[in-house]
């Protein structure tokens, strides 16, 4: 079974970092587009960064300039660095890989907060 592992989140002060990564398991990681997404309280969930199959990434508005998303095929992990954090950033992160499928992890909460 496909398996996409979280890991990295937690309670960060206003303008710290943070990096996420996620480790994919039994999937051809390399010809996945894969994703972050995020979803706060009473929000829908949101496209945050993502990076294709080639290399080539995209970012919602909000994070570009402090948000970096990249992989690593040889370890099938797609990694989220996140930089000056604000408080709406605040939300659970899921990692996404779209092929022939779609495939989520279970997610990780990053909170930040004075």
């Known amino acids: 079974q496909v398996q996409l592992v979280e890991s990295g989140g937690g309670l960060v002060q206003p303008g710290g970092s943070l990096r996420l990564s996620c480790a994919a398991a039994?999937?051809?990681?390399?010809?996945?587009?894969v994703g972050w997404y995020r979803q706060a309280p009473g929000k829908q969930r949101e496209l945050v960064a993502l990076?294709?199959?080639?290399?080539?990434?995209d970012y919602a508005d909000s994070v570009k300039g402090r948000f970096t998303i990249s992989r690593d095929n040889a370890k099938s992990t797609v990694y989220l660095q996140m930089n000056s954090l604000k408080p709406e950033d605040t939300a659970v992160y899921y990692c996404?890989?779209?092929?022939?499928?779609?495939?989520w992890g279970q997610g990780t909460q990053v909170t930040v907060s004075s």
């Open positions: 039994k999937i051809n990681f390399r010809i996945h587009d």
């Open positions: 996404h890989a779209r092929y022939a499928a779609n495939y």
């Open positions: 990076i294709n199959s080639g290399g080539s990434t």
